[in-house]
């Protein structure tokens, strides 16, 4: 019976051990060079192009399953766009008859204007991680949905849903330290102009392709 015991003593320490050494939490600091563009429900104008900004992320861990964590976190992202207008079907001012009179056949200015914007986000996830792969060296894909929040909104959609996916390569690294580098893809479900601008459809939906490098730290 004292053998039973100590048996059963043994093993109750070992999985302890177990559970105290297995990583539960950990918190990682992301950086990520963004890519952005849109899409336009209107093809009134044209988005082409795809424009460097940054974003910069605290995001926490949480282990649910041996291979699934639960992440939620804060940030920061500066999205930079690039819009093309035709000016083709402009009316300039050479174009006037003289007599205040637009007048098609006179010659005008052709070419597109392109215009440059600046957008700012405080960003807060939530998703799902999950390590595909055991091992020193980890695949790992994340799922999330969150909101991004302007820090300006000059009547436009402050609050702003959004979902993503990325894919990469994590590695661990003594002292409970980890890398990992994953291209990311996200999408705003919520334009970022009002629906309907004098009775035009204005909706213009951002796109943002990146690749996040983190380091986190276990415990």
Same mark, same amino acid.
């Given at each position: ?19 105290? %050494? @297995? ?9 990520? /060079?963004? &890519? ?7 093809? =009134? ?14 995001? *926490? ?6 291979? #699934? ?23 300039? /001012? ?12 006179? /010659? ?8 440059? *914007?600046?957008?700012?986000?405080? @960003? ?26 302007? %820090? ?6 402050? #609050? @702003?849903? *959004? #979902? ?6 994590? %590695?661990?690294?003594?002292?409970? &330290? ?13 334009? =970022?102009? /009002? ?25």
């Amino acid at each position: 019976m004292k053998k039973i015991f100590t048996l059963l003593f043994a093993a109750c320490c070992g999985i302890l051990t177990a559970q105290q %050494t @297995q990583p539960e939490h950990s918190v990682a600091l992301v950086v990520s /060079p963004d &890519f952005s563009f849109t899409r336009e429900a209107s093809p =009134n104008n044209l988005h082409d192009g795809f424009r460097l900004g940054y974003r910069a992320r605290l995001d *926490y861990f949480n282990q649910l399953a041996p291979r #699934i964590f639960l992440k939620t976190g804060f940030g920061y992202a500066e999205m930079n766009f690039l819009e093309t207008l035709n000016s083709s079907d402009a009316q300039w /001012p050479s174009q006037n008859n003289g007599n205040g009179q637009f007048d098609p056949t006179l /010659p005008g200015e052709s070419g597109k204007l392109e215009l440059k *914007y600046t957008y700012r986000f405080l @960003q807060v996830p939530f998703g799902v991680r999950f390590h595909l792969t055991t091992g020193k060296i980890k695949w790992l894909a994340d799922v999330e949905g969150g909101v991004m929040l302007r %820090t300006e909104r000059k009547n436009q959609n402050g #609050i @702003q849903p *959004y #979902i993503g996916v990325s894919t990469g390569l994590g %590695t661990a690294l003594p002292g409970g &330290f980890a890398l990992a580098f994953q291209p990311a893809y996200r999408y705003h479900v919520r334009s =970022n102009y /009002p629906e309907q601008v004098a009775g035009l459809d204005n909706r213009v939906f951002f796109h943002s392709l990146g690749l996040e490098m983190s380091v986190s730290k276990s415990f």
